[in-house]
């Protein structure tokens, strides 16, 4: 579906009067800047150095750090969610999940002790909404993680809602140790390669950082406002 | 609410902003705290601090040298992805707009996300109007607007002025909350009350931190989540942003997302940078089913080309207010406008008149702390003299008696002749008022310097005696 | 080496000590100090309260008064700065602009001068008493002058020195502001004056008469028992 655009010419008309010059539609280049002080930051740290970074800032931004590998895995996510308080526990519909050897934990284990799972369904509609309000946990995995600001990146399509991350009690990211990058910087960079590669950007792409906070009430800082209370990052060693 | 805040004259506000002790502890405490956080992670992390300000300026300058052409990419890129765009000249355009959405949607309960351009434009008027309910759902709006709408004193920290013991009685009055006035459960409150309000509303509307032309998206920068679900839950949104807050790519917008979270709140980045794109895609169960992006002018294009351009430079990031010392202690209403402190001295009276504004230039001793700390570079200080200039020299607005006294001081200080005579004659002349080496009770101008504090009696002998005394060899002391 | 004294109107007029001490000072290290009569005010305080136009004349007098001067050097950060700021005044005036940016390459607020010029360090100075330090804005943000004072102050012998808390923080002073606001000038230079009573000094020092005049002023009317010293004063004494 193709959108609809009002009133646009002579709004841009004005503008370009008021900066004295004819109207510019065709292209222009995009400039070469002639500060660019964001590719220094950590230029070389390897995946190790970053990570070490990632966990020492984890501190400041109210979030639990967990290192793991894959073996591991199944056993630190259950005493996580244990921790938590239990379930009910909405994840995206995701292979790697799978992949990861979650498959027991998720199908077996779980619904065994009587915690209730959801997995994303596109196809329930509305329902899958309902079931993240109630859950007390949701898991979602990273696709790239900036060690500088402690920074989760998900991106958004049919099997992978929004609000997995935003309406549980609680959050579990699981952020593969190769998805490490220095900054915002190299997500930015990423986007623009997928997006000029595919020509598309998924519709909703969210760098999150802890748990939801605020400071509006005599600037103390409160967390969990109106996302999660609690979260925890879960780095799965996968190089 | 609009631009304009409060029916009080400047000095009364001033007045009323001096003796609110609540406030100006806040406000101290705010910016003491503020300031250090800032340092923290930008100049004391970074020793090239100076070359992410100078990025961050090259990037604001180049989007507003073409910003029509960046402008017409964006809405092109948002219509290609679904979502409708509208140019709004005026607030009033913006407002019919948005109006008519509203109506074909049939939108009772409205959520919405903070954006300064809605108060700008009067929308929540406009909305209630309609007969619609709408909520704030930033924490500290939500508390203002609870509060029988009390205005905002700070562009990131809107209930900066109010204390918990306050907000738990507004809270008592309008939610039956019946808990202690500590923050979590304040908090708590709010998060209960709201989540119920996100799940049943039928549209949301937001502002927008940057806008990105090259694929037609926008992020929203908080710290709550509250924009999160604004824009997952309702079927409806609408988006307005002002018509500078805007970017080449996502690589620019990562640089001015840093720029803004660092020195809005001292932090790295904040819980939530969230990028939207269009509105959800086919088989998508959560985000909007419709998209509108309404793109608002108010006054701001009558800024480009001329000498205050660099204004609009402004990523609203608060650090300006954060360390100016008059903000310090008269707090945000004393400005009159939703935009306080040296930012909002400088745009407010570019946007609302002089008229209305034309003290708010003067609110300020020019020490350039705003200018050191702004993260894009504006000479705010700078444009707050140019201000000045225009008010004397084109608007003609200053009061008579100042201009003949500043006349007569250009003249003085022009001729060396008139100037001695004036500097010499000076200690006889205000003999009257001198006792000792000190003038208590001056007359004319000097009465608001010495309503406050001592003045020194000219010296006898001036300066320029003494050093030619000295050259002919006389011995002085 | 060769100096032209800018004094200021305040030094000439109210702060003539501040005068001499700059002139003794500038001499001990080894300096010929010229004071042209003719000069005038800088025209700041008509400047920054919008009045250009009217200021243009005092300005023009300035560069003329300081035009075959070797090094300028004033004992005020704010008047020094205002030389700076002529070039952007004038952009744009074939006559005058290279004037004015000709005055302002060689003006220099007098502790940069001594430190940056003179490469002086240590004036051999001995000041005994407890002293704190007032950082002017135009001074350290727009003049840009920030170290110079703090090293001249640390090799005076036998002063102690105390930092200044808030020390970023205006004064209030802000030429025309004092008056026009006088309300909101109060707040501040009470907090400024409350922030020096932290300190315990005996004696407030700055390198800006008119700071000086404003801190000082509320101290004396409040009964404060603090001395104020211009930092030319400290210098020159032994």
Known sequence: ?239 | ?477 | MKVTLFATCIVDMFQGNVGKATVELLERLGCEVEFPESQVCCGQPSYNSGYVKESKEAMKRMIETFRDAEYVVSPSGSCAFMFHEYPHIFAGDPVWEPKAKALAAKTYELTQFIVEVLKVEDVGARFEGNVTYHTSCHMTRLLGVKEPPMILLKNVKGLKFTELPGKEQCCGFGGTFSVKMSQISEQMVDEKVHHVEETGAQYLVGADAACLMNIGGRMERLGKPVKVLHIAEILNSR
Request: overall charge negative.
């Open chain 1, 1 to 239: 579906m193709i959108g609809t655009i009002h009133n646009r010419d002579k709004f841009l008309n004005q503008i370009a009067s008021r900066l004295n010059r004819p109207r510019i539609s065709a292209p222009i280049e995009r400039p070469e800047w002639k500060f660019q002080p964001q590719y220094d930051v950590y230029k070389d740290a390897t995946q190790d150095e970053l990570l070490e970074i990632l966990t020492e800032h984890c501190k400041k931004i109210h979030t639990k750090i967990l290192t793991t590998d894959l073996q591991g895995l199944a056993a630190v996510v259950h005493d996580v969610v244990a921790d938590y308080g239990g379930g009910p526990v909405v994840t995206w519909k995701d292979e790697r999940f799978a992949q990861w050897g979650l498959d027991s934990l998720i199908k077996q284990q779980w619904p065994s002790e009587n915690i209730d799972v959801f997995e994303w369904d596109y196809t329930l509609g509305d329902e899958n909404i309902h079931k993240a309000e109630k859950a007390n946990v949701g898991i979602t995995i990273s696709e790239i993680t900036l060690a500088e600001s402690g920074t989760v990146v998900l991106f958004s399509d049919k099997d992978k809602g929004r609000t997995v991350s935003f309406l549980p009690a609680t959050s579990i990211m699981l952020i593969p140790k190769s998805t490490l990058v220095p900054r915002m910087t190299q997500a930015a960079v990423k986007m623009r390669e997928i997006y000029q590669k595919t020509g598309h950007v998924a519709s909703c792409i969210n760098f999150i950082t802890g748990p939801s906070n605020s400071a509006d009430i005599e600037l103390n800082l409160v967390v969990g406002v109106h996302g999660p209370i609690k979260a925890t990052y879960i780095v799965i060693n996968d190089l």
């Open chain 2, 1 to 477: 609410m609009s631009m304009k805040i409060g029916t009080e004259q400047f000095k009364e506000r001033v007045d009323s902003g001096i003796h609110d002790d609540f406030m100006r502890g806040a406000v101290a405490g705010a910016q003491d705290g503020m300031s250090l956080k800032r340092k923290a992670v930008t100049t004391d992390e970074m020793s090239n601090w100076e070359d992410w300000r100078n990025h961050g300026e090259e990037i604001r300058q180049h989007v507003l040298e073409y910003l029509d052409y960046y402008l017409e990419q964006l809405s092109e890129n948002v219509a290609k992805r679904g979502g409708h765009v509208f140019f709004a000249q005026t607030k009033e355009e913006a407002n019919e707009y948005i109006r008519s959405v509203v109506q074909k949607k049939n939108a009772k309960k409205i959520v919405k996300s903070k954006s300064m351009v809605t108060e700008e434009i009067s929308l929540n008027a406009m909305l209630q109007e309609e007969g619609c309910e709408v909520v704030e759902t930033d924490l500290g709006e939500y508390i203002l607007q609870l509060d029988d709408h009390d205005p905002p004193s700070h562009i990131v920290v809107p209930a900066l002025h109010k204390n918990k013991e306050q907000i738990r009685e507004v809270f008592e009055k309008k939610l039956a909350y019946t808990k202690t006035s500590k923050p979590e459960e304040l908090a708590y409150q709010a998060r209960v009350t709201l989540r119920e309000k996100f799940l049943e509303a039928d549209l949301g509307i937001t502002g927008c931190n940057f806008a990105v032309a090259e694929t037609g998206s926008f992020s929203l920068v908080t710290n709550e989540g509250n924009a999160d679900l604004v824009t997952a839950l309702p079927k409806t949104q609408i988006t307005v942003m002002g018509m500078e807050r805007i970017v080449p790519t996502f690589e620019e917008m990562e640089i001015l997302v840093s720029l803004l979270t660092r020195n809005a709140v001292g932090q790295k980045l904040t819980s939530y940078i969230t990028v939207l794109t269009g509105p959800r895609e086919e088989l998508d169960v959560d985000g909007p089913e419709e998209f509108h992006l309404v793109i608002v002018d108010n006054g701001r294009s009558t800024i480009l080309g001329g000498e205050f351009q660099s204004v609009l430079q402004c990523i609203r990031c608060g650090a300006c207010i954060n360390v100016c010392p008059v903000y310090r202690h008269i707090g945000g209403h004393s400005y009159g406008s939703i935009y306080p402190g040296p930012i909002g001295a400088v745009l407010t009276p570019l946007l609302g008149g002089y008229d209305e504004y034309k003290e708010l230039p003067y609110a300020s001793t020019l020490c350039g702390a705003c200018t050191e700390v702004c993260p894009v570079k504006i000479p705010l200080h700078n444009l707050l003299h140019k201000h000045r200039e225009v008010i004397v020299e084109k608007e003609g607005k200053a009061p008579v008696s100042e201009k003949l006294l500043m006349k007569a001081f250009g003249l003085g200080a022009a001729s060396p002749t008139l100037y001695k005579i004036g500097s010499k004659i000076a200690p006889a002349a205000l003999n009257p008022f001198t006792s000792g080496d000190k003038i208590s009770k001056g007359p004319g101008p000097l009465k608001a310097w010495t309503d406050i504090r001592d003045f020194p009696a000219p010296n006898k002998e001036r300066f320029r005696d003494w050093f030619k005394h000295r050259e002919k060899g006389d011995k002085r002391p």
